[in-house]
């Protein structure tokens, strides 16, 4: 997925009341919090990228594509 040039990365994290459950030490959602940031910490310093919390309502994290 790592091609030549920039790139612009979405990253949806859920939201919803489900992701309070618990796998294992930590919370279906910090799981998917690491997940992500594992992510970014693998993209180039030319990639963009723009976090969003989807639950109910959708929460933006990242109000305009960061750099890495």
Request: hydrophobic share 40%.
């Amino acid at each position: 997925w790592k091609t030549g040039t920039e790139q612009d990365v979405a990253i949806v994290i859920d939201g919803s009341d489900s992701m309070t459950v618990k796998a294992g030490d930590a919370s279906n959602f910090q799981n998917a919090v690491a997940e992500a940031r594992r992510l970014t910490q693998s993209l180039r310093a030319e990639d963009r990228v723009t976090i969003l919390v989807a639950g109910a309502e959708t929460k933006v994290v990242t109000p305009e594509p960061v750099s890495v």
